[in-house]
Nanobody, 119 residues
C-alpha cells in the first residue's frame, strides 16, 4: 500500500514563509507525477503545483512566483516552498502522487496539513 506522509504546515503572518514536505512510500512505488493540492473551506480542491517525471512543472496562477516545488534527494520526496504567503493561501494542503506500485498505476493523496495565514 502506498502512503504519503506530509509535514510543515502551521500558522504564519502574511508575507511569511512555510515549507511543506511529503514522502511517498510502500509497495515499490515509482512516481510519475507528484505535487500539492489545497482546499479552503467552502471551496473545491485545486491543484497548486506539480512536477512530472520528465522534469516539467506547473503552478496555479495565483501562486506563480511565490511558491516553488522541488524534488528531494530522497526517493519519492517533494517539497513546496511557499513565500510571500497571503491570507487567501489559507487552506488544507494535500500531497498528491501518481505512479506505479505493485498493484499498477494509482493516484494517491495524503491526509493534509493545515496552512493558516493571518493578516
Amino acid at each position: 500500500q502506498v502512503q504519503l506522509v506530509e509535514s510543515g504546515g502551521g500558522l504564519v503572518q502574511a508575507g511569511g514563509s512555510l515549507r511543506l514536505s511529503c514522502t511517498a512510500s510502500g509497495s515499490n512505488f515509482r512516481f510519475v507525477a507528484m505535487g500539492w493540492g489545497r482546499q479552503a473551506p467552502g471551496n473545491e480542491r485545486e491543484s497548486v503545483a506539480h512536477f512530472s517525471i520528465d522534469g516539467s512543472t506547473d503552478y496555479l496562477g495565483s501562486v506563480q512566483g511565490r511558491f516553488t516545488i522541488s524534488r528531494g534527494e530522497a526517493e519519492n520526496t517533494v517539497y513546496l516552498q511557499m513565500n510571500s504567503l497571503q491570507p487567501e493561501d489559507t487552506a488544507v494542503y494535500y500531497c498528491h502522487a501518481m505512479g506505479y506500485s505493485d498493484v499498477g498505476l494509482g493516484d494517491y493523496w495524503g491526509q493534509g496539513t493545515q496552512v493558516t495565514v493571518s493578516s
